[in-house]
């Protein structure tokens, strides 16, 4: 009889210690879940001289180079900046073309649309006098051209321009820019990015690896954190202006190991500040010179 007692004794600790562990197993997930960090997907550059900074051409090096031109593109490289953001569209006949505006009237001497123009049309207006006599007769840049370029020397971030987005997955611009990414082998090289949301989607339903970049946008985001939005769209990188970046949304970004990118900086004192506060890189005109300045960090 005792020794059923001392057995009956002995089965109900080890039930107690069972609960014990399990209870405080439990604490640790729901800590551990409250403190989930964000699993991040960058493209790689030849360029990057691993301080975890990104020194990132906006549109090529177009303060000194007319923007999102071969020559703007080439001059980031050889300045050795670690990534170039161009703008993408498309072109009437389904041509992804790189131009910033949705018409061409700024940058050539024609007027309109530029999903009015087939690319054969477009390559016909040069892109470089808007800016200077010197830069006459630069040629109107595809992707494909610009990748080509590009490829093996420096990262890129292609900006599909929310003019070009339609609900249209297969065969619309995402998926037009996802291939000539692929067919050129440049996967690892590339972030997409967009004010438009929908081509976060279309890149999650395409390919779920491809690094993103999300623009923030305020009336697709409603009251979402930045950590939120990042987390809703499957996204690797929280993209915004230097003058929507708060202290909150820095905590918030920060607390979620979430890399985030500010645009467009081209004060040097400004963007002294932005590196104090913990921005993991900058888009900039001058890229010359934000490299002087990171070096001296």
């Not at 202290?247 to 040097?268: G, K, R």
């Not at 590196?275 to 002087?292: A, C, H, N, R």
């Amino acid at each position: 009889m005792f020794a059923s007692l001392r057995l009956i004794a002995s089965s109900l600790v080890v039930l107690f210690c069972l609960s014990q562990c399990q209870q405080q197993d439990s604490k640790v997930s729901q800590k551990e879940a409250n403190q989930e960090t964000h699993v991040v997907s960058l493209p790689q550059s030849p360029l990057d001289n691993g301080d975890r900074f990104w020194v990132i051409a906006h549109r090529g090096v177009s303060g000194s180079y007319p923007e999102n031109t071969l020559s703007a593109f080439q001059a980031a490289i050889d300045i050795r900046a670690e990534m170039v953001e161009l703008d993408v569209s498309i072109s009437e006949d389904g041509i992804p073309v790189v131009v910033h505006d949705k018409t061409v009237d700024r940058t050539t001497d024609f007027e309109g649309d530029v999903q009015s123009f087939s690319v054969k049309e477009l390559k016909k207006m040069e892109v470089g006098a808007w800016f200077s006599e010197e830069f006459r007769g630069e040629e109107f840049p595809t992707l494909r051209e610009s990748l080509e370029l590009m490829k093996g020397q420096i990262a890129v971030n292609i900006e599909i321009k929310s003019e070009a987005v339609s609900d249209v997955i297969n065969g619309g611009i995402v998926d037009k820019a996802l291939q000539i990414v692929k067919e050129l082998d440049m996967s690892s090289w590339v972030i997409f990015s967009s004010f438009d949301y929908r081509v976060m989607e279309h890149l999650n339903a395409l390919d779920v690896q491809m690094p993103k970049a999300l623009l923030y946008e305020t009336s697709q985001s409603g009251e979402l954190m930045p950590s939120e939005l990042v987390k809703k769209y499957q996204v690797d990188v929280f993209n915004c202006s230097y003058r929507q970046l708060s202290q909150e949304w820095i905590a918030d970004l920060q607390a979620h190991q979430i890399p985030y990118l500010v645009y467009t900086v081209n004060d040097p004192e400004l963007m002294k500040e932005l590196i104090e506060k913990g921005v993991s890189g900058m888009f900039t005109d001058f890229p010359q010179e934000l490299l002087k300045i990171v070096e001296k960090l």
